[in-house]
Every structure is written in structure tokens, then in C-alpha cells.
């Protein structure tokens, strides 16, 4: 290995990572066969019916040294695979597909209604697509989108269900530790993080030891836990305390961009889009575009569902160019990178000194890390057309990727 150049090594990198999913597959055949032979030997043992799924998942756990409830989700991801969704299975065993992508397919496909086989097909076709071109996190963003044009259900229904069955959970862990999960709608759960993901930013400095992690579970803990926190909730949301309580931080409020066709914000049924889920119903997107101070509104045009926005011919950025371009990246455009555009800074693709426009062709949001890179002459972008980014890698290897389509108007056929 050690006379491999830089092309042969990345062309082994990939070789093994197929390798590893042609494996992946087959263990996905044997998992399921191993179900099989459990069912069937149930036919002739009473007590065990109902119970195969599980019978399966202590065998396999046994087998392989995992615990019962990762055992029990390699079951129920293997079946999936091999009995409902061969075409993932296909892609997965081609190397097309690493296995998270493969099983990120598959609850996305279990996610709609099964009443139209021939849709249905079609949607899982689009998603492999999908998840072979980016990472599982960007890949669930786009096929939540894709999940709306087919949902046989509008969104405004299901989400007059899904609100009823919010709740807080606890569910003990090891060493002293616990998770504590909150089940809420969407512009509250991201209002929530958004607060205090940028208390804790603003308390990391050179003397500051905690991470990003350590330093929002931190200011959680504190907002929830002070003496004067009230139940509703209502002094807590004021209030982000520093570290060791010794100072606080009041009126934080973080930026979170929220898209709404203009027809929407006129009383249409289009859904909106919160950055960083994906699609809203109406009505929430309505009442945080007219009265929420922590989200910022974004209007996209009624006819072809592009963002409005316009450009600028100085170097500084103007606050609606920042949004728009922020809002059509959703995350830093380096190959990879899932970190919030809200968050990045703004790039000119093409340097200013050389003749670059501060313009939305020429404007991509990049964190610090890989902004850093870029501009010590590393990694090199170009940008063809607005959102089309060319990244080239020191060792030379071109990534191409494209940012999300706006919301599609109300007419539009699903993009099969």
C-alpha cells in the first residue's frame, strides 16, 4: 500500500467502501434468512408465534456481539430491504449505496401510504438516486421534499395529527446519564435549538475548554434548572446562562430562515419550508414569516418558485443577498460539510481582487474551517451557474453539488 500515489489510494478508498457495502447486502440476505428459518420453525412451536421478529433479533445479537435493540433494528432493516425494496438492495450490493444511505431509503419509503404501486416505485428510484450523490443528512432534507409532492394527505392534516401526540421523554442511560427528548412542532423544536445553539457559540473563546456539544447541553441544563426559571417556560426563554452561572446572556435570539411562496403568505395551501427540516404547513409558515422575531422571512415568486432576492456591485454583502444565498445553500456548500449556512460565512467564489461580483452567482456560504482552506489556496471552487458548486481537491478529485430546488409551485407534476 505504501507505493500507492495520491489517484490509486483514493481508487482503493472507494473500492473497499464497495466491498463493504456488497457485504453490508449480504448480511441483509442472512439476517433475513435466519428470520425465515425462525418463522418457519414457530409453524410447528406454538409459544413463539408473534414473537419471530424478536426470537430473531436475541439470535442474531448473540451471534455477533450487539445488544438486543441494535439487533432488533438490523432485523427489521434487513427484511425491508430483501422483501419490499430489492432495488435498494441492488443498489446497496452494487456499491452504489453505503449501508446508512441504504436503510435512510428505506424509512423514507415506509414514510408514505403503499396505495399506488407503481408511485411507489417510482419514489424509491428517485430516492437511490438521491442518496448516491450526497450525505445521509442532506439526503433526508431532499427526500422529506420529494415525500411532500407525493403524500397522499396534505401536510396541514398530518400536522394537526402529529401535534397531539407531543410529549417529553426520559429514558435512562449509563454512567450517571440519561436522554432527554422532546417531541414538538417544528418551528418550536427549532426555535428551541437555534436559542441555544447560539448561546453556547457565544460563550466559546481560546479560555473556553467545553465543545459546541458540551456548551448548548450546558446552557440547556442552566435555562431549564435556574432558580428562576418559571414552568411555562417564559424566564428560561430569556435567559442563557454562561458558564458557572455567573453571568447570562438576555434577549439571545437566533436567526432561523423560513420560506414561504407568496401565494402561501396570501392564504394558498403550498407548503413552506423551515431551514435546516424542510417542509411546513401553511399555517405555520404563515404565523412565523408575520410574527415570529426569530425567524426571518424569505418570499419566493408564485409562478416559478425561484427566491427573490437581488444582486449587488459592491464587495459587502446587502442583508437580503446574505439571506437568499444562506437560504438557498442550507449548509456549507464544501462536499460533505452539514453545517448550517446561518452559521457559515459568505464566500465570493470568484475572489473580488480577480473580478468576482457580490452577486448570487457568485456567493456560496462556507464554514470558517473550509473558507480557511479555499483561501490558503487548498481546496479551489468554481461556480458555472448560481448554486452549482465545482469543488477540486488538493489531490485533484472534482465534487460537483447543487443546492436544493425552492419549493416547487402547487401545479408541478412529482419529478419523475
Not at 489517484?7 to 441483509?28: G, M, N, P
Not at 442472512?30 to 408473534?50: C, S, Y
Not at 468554481?382 to 452549482?388: K, T, V
Amino acid at each position: 500500500m505504501g507505493g500507492l500515489d495520491a489517484c490509486q489510494a483514493l481508487d482503493t478508498l472507494k473500492d473497499i467502501d464497495e466491498a463493504r457495502s456488497w457485504l453490508d447486502a449480504q448480511e441483509a440476505k442472512i439476517v433475513t434468512r435466519v428470520l425465515n428459518l425462525q418463522t418457519e420453525q414457530t409453524r410447528h412451536d406454538p409459544r413463539g408465534w408473534g414473537y419471530e421478529a424478536t426470537l430473531t433479533a436475541s439470535e442474531v445479537g448473540a451471534a455477533l456481539h450487539l445488544p438486543d435493540r441494535t439487533a432488533g433494528f438490523l432485523v427489521e432493516h434487513s427484511t425491508l430491504l430483501t422483501r419490499y425494496y430489492p432495488a435498494t438492495l441492488e443498489a446497496l450490493e452494487a456499491g452504489k449505496l453505503s449501508r446508512r444511505h441504504a436503510w435512510a431509503v428505506v424509512e423514507e419509503a415506509t414514510s408514505i401510504p403503499d396505495t399506488d404501486p407503481t408511485v411507489t416505485a417510482a419514489f424509491e428510484d428517485r430516492l437511490i438516486e438521491m442518496a448516491s450523490l450526497t450525505t445521509v443528512v442532506k439526503f433526508r432534507q431532499q427526500a422529506n421534499r420529494l415525500r411532500e409532492k407525493l403524500h397522499p394527505e396534505t401536510i396541514t392534516t398530518r400536522h394537526k395529527r402529529a401535534v397531539k401526540e407531543r410529549g417529553v421523554y426520559l429514558t435512562p442511560s449509563y454512567d450517571g446519564m440519561a436522554w432527554l427528548e422532546a417531541y414538538l412542532p417544528v418551528d418550536q423544536a427549532a426555535g428551541i435549538f437555534h436559542r441555544v445553539d447560539t448561546a453556547a457559540r457565544a460563550l466559546q473563546g481560546p479560555d473556553e475548554p467545553r465543545t459546541l456539544t458540551q456548551l448548548r447541553a450546558d446552557v440547556l441544563t442552566d435555562v431549564l434548572t435556574s432558580a428562576g426559571a418559571t414552568a411555562d417556560g417564559a424566564d428560561a426563554a430569556g435567559e442563557l446562562v454562561s458558564r458557572g452561572g455567573a453571568g447570562a446572556y438576555w434577549g439571545v435570539q437566533a436567526k432561523v430562515f423560513v420560506t414561504v411562496p407568496v401565494m402561501t403568505l396570501l392564504g394558498g395551501d403550498v407548503p413552506g419550508e423551515l431551514e435546516g427540516y424542510g417542509p411546513i404547513d401553511p399555517d405555520t409558515a404563515r404565523k412565523l414569516a408575520g410574527h415570529a422575531p426569530s425567524f426571518t422571512r424569505i418570499l419566493t415568486h408564485p409562478i416559478t418558485g425561484a427566491r427573490l432576492g437581488a444582486d449587488a456591485t459592491t464587495y459587502r454583502v446587502p442583508q437580503d443577498l446574505q439571506d437568499a444565498v444562506r437560504v438557498r445553500d442550507r449548509t456549507c456548500r464544501h462536499p460533505g460539510c452539514n453545517r448550517l449556512a446561518v452559521f457559515c460565512e459568505l464566500d465570493h467564489t470568484t475572489p473580488w481582487s480577480q473580478g468576482g461580483k457580490t452577486s448570487y452567482g457568485n456567493l456560496a456560504a462556507l464554514c470558517k474551517r473550509h473558507h480557511k482552506l479555499k483561501s490558503e489556496g487548498y481546496w479551489h471552487y468554481r461556480q458555472p451557474e448560481p448554486g452549482m458548486i465545482i469543488a477540486i481537491s488538493p489531490m485533484g478529485e472534482t465534487y460537483l453539488t447543487r443546492p436544493d430546488p425552492p419549493p416547487a409551485p402547487p401545479d408541478d407534476p412529482p419529478p419523475f
